[in-house]
């Protein structure tokens, strides 16, 4: 028995009916012989490419939008649609580069369509988040100013805005105005959460764990974009353990170098007659250290750790315990009069291992053991010494700011304790 033949329309008529049945595969075979037994039809081939996105073939799908594109005959209307069809593909594919250049193509006799700038601005977005700060300055120059064309076209635009700030964050030294653009975008449309997720990825970058999960909480409550809403849901729950206090942080944002050793000084530091600001920086070059990531807290320590100021040392836990006993009766500036300071250290694993400390104090003499621990000093010995301190009726203080791997002392009275706290925000402990 012979095989039917069918024309071109009976083709494309059975294509029309699998595809209203729910029979993709089969309307995909109809309509890519019609287009092979007529002149190829741009709306066929993008019919046939979202069948194919419809039963998972990325790829075939890909090659009809393209198929599109490359026909002179396809009307504008047609060609905006298999761009932004392509453009989708390569970025749900992770061809993200792909995808900026599609954009540009697409852009080249329209500069200023809206959708295909949010399309390129979301493709750099994607990239950002895999390149990470090792972007190329090119590609994150072009991010910027993609933003901006866009915004200069539509200033209210919620997403431009949301992408401007992403842009400025990615560039890494206008997290002002990038905070600037998500306030701008949530002012525009306070339901939506793109604006407060980008804003949590910012607080990350700069540490702000409260922050952060403050914004991811805000966009976890949105309902209009479910997928944002999840994913900021869980950055909230991954930051929340690592989360600390930062109000006081927050409070002395911007504080300068300057005014927080003012502070300092007025409150109970004694810099020394030595102290210059080039022999703070010594220790940590960049101001953003002392003025944004932690204030008051970086320059106490540099201050100890190049011993600038009289009343205050900062040690490591391998400092040794004579040496922070001399330490610890200079920073007592007089009041602590200790003589004849010795130590030992042997921590061997014989009957020899031993540490002790011995020194004279008020006419007595005194030798504290501790154990033999060769990686840190036994913090004991820090207490000990603020009892002997407070025999002194002095009215000073061995009090404390400890971090990972070192401790600052500082002598001060009660009175300058409490003052300096509540000035500067720092969390002083009394031994």
């Known amino acids: 028995m012979a095989k039917q033949i069918l024309l071109p329309e009976q083709l494309f008529a059975a294509g029309t009916e699998a595809e209203q049945a729910g029979n993709y595969r089969a309307a995909i075979k109809k309509y890519l012989e019609y287009t092979t037994r007529t002149n190829p039809d741009p709306k066929i081939l993008l019919a046939v490419g979202k069948l194919y996105e419809k039963v998972k073939d990325d790829f075939r ?97 919620y997403l431009a805005n949301c992408y401007l700030g992403r842009a400025k964050t990615v560039i890494g030294t206008h997290y002002d105005q990038a905070l600037l653009a998500f306030a701008k975008a949530k002012e525009i449309d306070s339901s939506r959460p793109v604006a407060s997720f980008f804003e949590g990825l910012l607080h990350i970058r700069r540490r702000d764990y409260d922050l952060a999960c403050v914004a991811f909480d805000e966009a976890a409550r949105c309902t209009n974009d479910l997928q ?61 250290a002392y003025e944004e990531k932690e204030p008051f807290l970086q320059a106490v320590m540099s201050l100890g750790q190049n011993n600038l100021a009289a009343n205050l040392r900062t040690f490591n836990f391998k400092t040794s315990y004579s040496a922070i006993v001399q330490y610890l009766r200079e920073i007592a500036e007089g009041d602590f009069e200790l003589a004849d300071v010795d130590d030992y250290f042997y921590g061997g694993d014989d009957e020899r291992a031993a540490a002790y400390v011995e020194f004279k104090f008020a006419g007595k003499k005194y030798k504290w053991k501790f154990k033999c621990d060769s990686s840190s000093f036994d913090l004991n010995m820090l207490s000990k010494m603020a009892d002997l301190l407070r025999k002194t009726h002095s009215g000073k203080r061995f009090v404390v700011v400890s971090q990972p791997g070192s401790v600052v002392v500082l002598c001060l009275t009660e009175e300058q304790t409490e003052a300096l706290a509540i000035q500067t925000g720092l969390e002083l402990e009394y031994l």
């Open 61 to 157: 799908a890909s090659e009809c939008y393209k198929h599109v594109v490359a026909l002179k005959t396809a009307e504008p209307s047609l060609l905006r649609e298999a761009y932004l069809h392509l453009i989708a593909l390569e970025n749900r594919s992770l061809r993200h580069e792909l995808a900026v250049e599609f954009c540009d193509l697409a852009l080249g006799p329209n500069p200023h369509d809206m959708e295909f700038l949010l399309a390129k601005l979301n493709a750099l977005y994607e990239l950002s988040l895999v390149s990470g700060g090792a972007a190329p300055i090119e590609r994150k120059t072009q991010f910027e100013k993609t933003a901006e064309l866009a915004l200069t076209l539509e200033p209210n635009n």
């Open 228 to 288: 944002i809403a999840v994913e900021a849901g869980k950055y909230a729950a991954r930051f929340k353990s690592e989360a600390k206090n930062d109000s006081r942080r927050r409070r002395f944002w911007h504080t300068s170098v300057e005014e927080q050793l003012a502070i300092l000084n007025k409150y109970g530091i004694k810099l020394n007659s030595e102290f210059t600001l080039e022999k703070l920086f010594a220790v940590r070059k960049n101001r953003d």
